[in-house]
């Protein structure tokens, strides 16, 4: 089930939420917890029904598994035990998420002949089977027990971070929900989480979504891209991509606060960043917090000298890459992103200085080359864009700009109408507004900060709803749906 869709809003929410306190104020905590889990297995099922079974036998071997770290911590069999845990999560994600590239990648290089799987891809298992890995490690490190299977299954399956997180710790949620002063009716939560829930809906379907169209003619329809329409695919997708996961990460977050519960932030203003580290501590930061914690420490991180830090960087981001899709765009992506880390660290390791605009400039359109290959369903997409970005494609600029860029003809510009049928006007200015939002005005969080309540802001979120739900005209998923 879609945040973004009737039976969400006008049912399954309301429906939810009203249970749930009920249950609660008749002291039935245990109950409106599991009607919570019943609430979240029935939300995850509305997709496809024939992968419930799937989540609920990974909600019980990790409960059992967890269960075991914790009865067994400090004895020789725990490091076995974790062990096994974390391979199976592993296997069963590399089953449905990598079976069919392997396969591919061994065809192409053994000239073999083997049938590949076709296995689609659940909703949702990059996150839960994250989140349970790190619950995992953390029973094994003594930083989490759980001993009730409704209260671990209520911590996996919650359905605002279910499907496209932010990823969790167990300590982060569960204490929240068995704290008895959460348990009634929160107005100004209540409050707060409808208005973040409304701008991340508003965000979505009238921002994301417009962008994307232009975003798919340029990568998916056009056959060549000149400098000006190159441009405006890769800033199309940036922008279509930002509004996007804020989007699912403000609807997240606000449809937890009606719960009173109150989710990590995963998502601030990552396009403000003046430069890669920045970046990555504002760009989902859950993750990246999942890759700090379990991968690039237990390397040995920075402590090993230069050499080895470099190295436990790029394995790390090529992971980072890699867990985002089966694809060797996504690995390439990754691997981008761990070569300008690195060459951050060195910047800095010799005390060199930048200034702000400066680091900003470089730092933005490196990340937004970065999602052309991101986004590519394939290399020739990624390259089409490319060498249109650089202009090897030639340059074709509005017929309406003649007169003021004459001389440019001699360098073989053209001026035309340019072929994709849209106006060059309303692309330009809607790019740069977006990119104004995005590094000019506050993000969501501290607009839920700030909220304060009454009848304007009862107003202004009633207008957001309403100008949200009466888009819904075509339902579409979020991205991170498909990681």
Known sequence: MLFNSYEFIILFLPITFALYFILNRMGLNLAARTWLVIASLFFYSWWNIVYLPLILTSIAFNYLVGSGLSRSRGKSSSRALLFSGVALNLLLLGYYKYADFFISNINSLAGAHIGLLQVVLPLGISFFTFTQIAYLVDAYRGQAREYSIVNYALFVTFFPHLLAGPILHHKEMMPQFEDPDRSGLNYEMIARGLFLFFMGLFKKVIIADNFAVWATLGFDQMPTLTLVEAWMTSLSYTLQLYFDFSAYTDMAIGAALLFNIQLPINFFSPYKALNIQDFWRRWHMTLGRFFRDYVYIPLGGNRQGNQRTYLNLLITFILV???????????????????????????????????????????????????????????????????????????????????????????????????????????????????????????????????????????????????????????????????
């Open 321 to 483: 890459g890699f867990w985002h899709g089966a694809g060797w765009n996504f690995i390439l992506w990754g691997f981008m992103h761990g070569v300008a880390l690195l060459a951050h660290r060195i910047w800095r390791g010799f005390k060199l200085r930048m200034h702000p605009l400066l680091g900003w400039v470089i730092t933005f359109n490196y990340v937004n080359l970065g999602w052309v290959f991101f986004r590519a369903t394939s290399w020739a997409d990624a390259i089409k864009v490319v060498k249109g970005m650089l202009g090897l494609n030639g340059v074709i600029l509005p017929r309406s700009l003649q007169g003021l860029m004459e001389s440019l003809a001699a360098y073989g510009v053209r001026f035309d109408a340019l072929p994709w049928g849209v106006d060059t006007g309303l692309i330009t200015a809607a790019l740069l507004a977006g990119l104004l939002l995005c590094v000019a005005a506050p993000n969501s969080i501290e607009l839920k900060d700030r909220f304060q309540g009454g009848w304007a802001s009862a107003v202004f979120t009633a207008a957001l709803a309403l100008a949200g739900i009466l888009s819904l005209t075509k339902i579409t998923e979020f991205l991170y749906f498909n990681f």
